[in-house]
Nanobody, 116 residues
């Protein structure tokens, strides 16, 4: 089992930036892909960005060019740098890890609100 602790959410004005962090502990050697998902009120949870153990990244079309995912394997931490934030980016953001055995673990979520 992998435990995940997220940090870095908050309130930011449109056009601003935030960086989310997610630290993993527990069965870290089982981690393959790390990623971020988000869920806005009344909407389904959607993938925002992911990064494989080899560093391959994948982004939702809505965040390409604005968000950057990175991973520090020495610290077992994944980051999401969010620039040029828009009101439609407002959501609860969840860290996710996909394990080599097919299992998934989720963080508790951190709120990001983009508003003037």
């Amino acid at each position: 089992q992998v435990q995940l602790v997220e940090s870095g959410g908050g309130l930011v004005q449109p056009g601003g930036s935030l960086r989310l962090s997610c630290a993993a502990s527990g069965s870290i050697f089982s981690i393959n892909v790390m990623g971020w998902y988000r869920q806005a009120p009344g909407k389904e949870r959607e993938m925002v960005a992911s990064i494989s153990s080899g560093g391959r990244t994948n982004y939702a079309d809505s965040v390409k060019g604005r968000f950057t995912i990175s991973r520090d394997n020495a610290k077992n931490t994944v980051y999401l740098q969010m620039n040029s934030l828009k009101p439609e980016d407002t959501a609860a953001y969840y860290c996710n890890v996909h394990e080599w055995n097919g299992g998934d673990s989720w963080g508790q979520g951190t709120q990001v609100t983009v508003s003037s």
